[in-house]
């Protein structure tokens, strides 16, 4: 129920929302890389792409996402997809996510996640990675839903052309915003959790924005908003863990 409705629930009865990135933040390094060795043990790439995914991973896990890495994602991820059914692209989905990515997530923000559960929130995942891989990851993890980047197909079949932009930067937090305005959340109550500076404008959206393993404009934009920075170590996990239940009780 949108905000400003005659109906408009009161505020402790309205849902909650923690929104979650994926890439460094509920796994270590970038989830495409798992995609491309799921793709290429399929002979979906060649040897050559594997390199070049490789190296890219890389230099993400030392310094972080950029614009051009995002864009190489993007039409190698298009010519990869294109020809190939829905049914092939789910199934790829759940082997990568059994074979490589179920035993490579941060298990301190995984706990976050079943903590906002416990509290009654709503547990999104927002990532720029494929919307298929997404809703394994939600599914698998016991989480509400997915906001992912969707790809056209016209009877079950990938054309290779994008359905809406790729979820990053402004357009995750819009449609982060979208979903939070649809279901009548109040966002000073909702939380986000990313660990790049590209998802400062989901993080200024919400009233809990939490960084993870921050990159190095986002440890300074975090820094110089007084935003909580949570290192994936017992003690600032114990913290983290503190605070939701906290700013749970007082919105109750």
């Given at each position: 129920?949108?905000?400003?409705?005659?109906?408009?629930?009161?505020?402790?009865?309205r849902p909650v929302i923690a929104f979650f990135d994926?890439?460094?933040?509920?796994?270590?390094?970038?989830?495409?890389?798992?995609?491309?060795?799921?793709?290429?043990?399929?002979?979906?790439?060649?040897?050559?792409?594997?390199?070049?995914?490789?190296?890219?991973?890389?230099?993400?896990?030392?310094?972080?996402?950029?614009?051009?890495?995002?864009?190489?994602?993007?039409?190698?991820?298009?010519?990869?997809?294109?020809?190939?059914?829905?049914?092939?692209?789910?199934?790829?989905?759940?082997?990568?996510?059994?074979?490589?990515?179920?035993?490579?997530?941060?298990?301190?923000?995984?706990?976050?996640?079943?903590?906002h559960l416990a509290m009654g929130h709503q547990v999104?995942?927002?990532?720029?990675?494929?919307?298929?891989?997404?809703?394994?990851?939600?599914?698998?993890?016991?989480?509400?839903?997915?906001?992912?980047?969707?790809?056209?197909?016209?009877?079950?079949?990938?054309?290779?052309?994008?359905?809406?932009?790729?979820?990053?930067?402004?357009?995750?937090?819009?449609?982060?915003?979208?979903?939070?305005?649809?279901?009548?959340?109040?966002?000073?109550?909702?939380?986000?959790?990313?660990?790049?500076?590209?998802?400062?404008?989901?993080?200024?959206?919400?009233?809990?924005?939490?960084?993870?393993?921050?990159?190095?404009?986002?440890?300074?934009?975090?820094?110089?908003?007084?935003?909580?920075?949570?290192?994936?170590?017992?003690?600032?996990?114990?913290?983290?863990?503190?605070?939701?239940?906290?700013?749970?009780?007082?919105?109750?």
């Open positions: 129920m949108p905000p400003g409705s005659d109906h408009e629930p009161p505020a402790a009865n994926v890439d460094n933040t509920l796994l270590r390094g970038a989830s495409v890389w798992h995609v491309a060795i799921g793709a290429w043990r399929r002979g979906m790439l060649s040897p050559r792409d594997i390199w070049r995914f490789f190296w890219q991973q890389r230099h993400f896990i030392k310094v972080g996402e950029n614009m051009g890495h995002l864009s190489d994602i993007k039409e190698k991820a298009l010519r990869l997809i294109e020809g190939k059914t829905q049914a092939e692209i789910r199934s790829l989905s759940e082997d990568i996510f059994d074979r490589r990515i179920s035993q490579r997530l941060w298990p301190e923000t995984v706990a976050l996640t079943k903590e999104w995942i927002v990532s720029a990675t494929a919307s298929e891989v997404a809703d394994v990851f939600a599914r698998r993890l016991g989480l509400t839903g997915a906001l992912g980047t969707r790809f056209e197909s016209k009877d079950g079949v990938y054309t290779g052309v994008l359905e809406g932009p790729v979820m990053h930067a402004q357009d995750k937090a819009d449609a982060s915003i979208a979903l939070a305005n649809g279901i009548g959340v109040d966002p000073a109550e909702c939380w986000a959790y990313s660990d790049s500076s590209n998802d400062i404008p989901l993080l200024t959206f919400v009233g809990h924005p939490v960084v993870v393993n921050p990159d190095h404009a986002l440890n300074a934009h975090a820094t110089k908003h007084d935003w909580p920075v949570m290192r994936l170590n017992p003690s600032s996990i114990k913290d983290a863990r503190k605070r939701v239940r906290r700013e749970a009780r007082r919105a109750r």
